[in-house]
């Protein structure tokens, strides 16, 4: 039921991604719908393709590791290699523009799709691969071993890969009440209700899935039009003897990275900067010490005017043994610079 898993994807995906973060959470729910009815690995990797949009970048990526298989289908290196060199320059993550950093779901798709087809089947070969590939390491392989085990039935999964579990079935997740056996049976639940929501049916203990032919979800695209173009250092604290930092941007916008810091024995707070762009006041920005809550960028804006834009923050009441640190501040435009690779 790939059409069901994308439409609630969908829905759910948007609560806090957009485009290419939505559509690697839609890939991943069209494969594992796949693997319940297909045993061809091959297939369900380009099956579940037609379920994302041929013009975004999540779509062209997972095509290139295709093809890349299609040409050498021994070399997972090489795919890998022609991810990082094509794939890895992001725009919208701070933490990854000009940087050796990604957590983006465009890549880590590839990495997930490199795992279950140079993997063949092999469900440790598979895992190893996914992992090696790097980035998001821990949910690349476990996505890819879903879905591979998915497929074979969990039955076929070898021993190595399920010792220990029957230890811990039974033991809560830490600050919830439920356990894998508790997600079991609410996960077979919420299966069963979608299956008869979409036409199958439940006889006994046996499902019958009425089959989706999958269906490309809308076309959207993060941060179109706009392109950065510089990375540097502010690297100023503000205190409370030193309130006020200025900086340049040449561009239409910009993302300044920073933190709120406290000595070790003070009690957390939320400290106030007041942000002036071109003199006018832009917002009142509230920065946590506590980084559970923290605001991982302190300001940004990515509608300014083309040009030399000036940036103040001032900061409000800062007692001693506090401070707002800031970190990087990154420049956009919306005159595409040319072919940038950061890897």
Request: glycine share 10%; net charge negative.
């Amino acid at each position: 039921m790939v059409n069901a898993a994308s439409e609630i994807g969908w829905r759910i995906g948007h609560i806090m991604n957009y485009g290419d973060g939505v559509y690697g959470g839609i890939y991943v729910a069209a494969m594992y719908a796949l693997a319940f009815v297909h045993n061809d690995i091959e297939f369900i990797v380009e099956e579940a393709l037609k379920s994302i949009p041929k013009q975004s970048n999540y779509y062209q990526c997972i095509a290139d590791m295709i093809q890349c298989y299609r040409e050498d289908p021994n070399d997972w290196k090489k795919a890998w290699f022609e991810a990082q060199k094509k794939w890895t320059s992001d725009i919208g993550c701070p933490d990854g523009v000009f940087m050796p950093f990604n957590i983006d779901a465009t890549i880590n798709g590839a990495y997930i799709v490199i795992g279950l087809l140079y993997g063949k089947g092999d469900y440790g070969a598979t895992i190893d691969i996914s992992t090696r590939c790097g980035y998001d390491s821990d949910c690349n392989p476990a996505n890819a071993a879903g879905i591979l085990g998915t497929m074979i039935g969990y039955d076929k999964i070898p021993a190595y890969w399920k010792q220990g579990l029957d230890k811990v079935e039974d033991l809560n997740f830490a600050h919830t009440e439920m356990s894998l056996n508790k997600v079991y049976e609410t996960g077979l639940r919420h299966a069963g209700e979608m299956i008869v929501r979409n036409g199958g049916r439940l006889d006994g203990d046996m499902f019958t899935i009425k089959y989706q032919q999958p269906e490309p979800v809308p076309f959207e695209k993060s941060f179109e039009g706009l392109y950065p173009v510089e990375r540097r250092r502010i690297g100023s604290s503000l205190t409370r003897k030193n309130r006020e930092v200025t900086f340049k941007i040449n561009g239409s916008g910009f993302v300044l990275g920073g933190r709120a810091m406290k000595n070790n024995n003070l009690p957390d707070v939320v400290l106030e900067i007041e942000v002036y762009i071109n003199g006018n006041l832009y917002e009142v920005a509230k920065i946590p010490t506590d980084n559970r809550v923290r605001r991982h960028e302190l300001t940004w804006n990515y509608d300014l005017k083309e040009g030399e834009n000036n940036i103040t923050l001032k900061a409000k009441e800062i007692p001693d043994g506090y401070r707002i640190e800031t970190q990087d501040v990154i420049e956009y435009s919306k005159n595409k610079p040319g072919k940038l690779i950061y890897y």
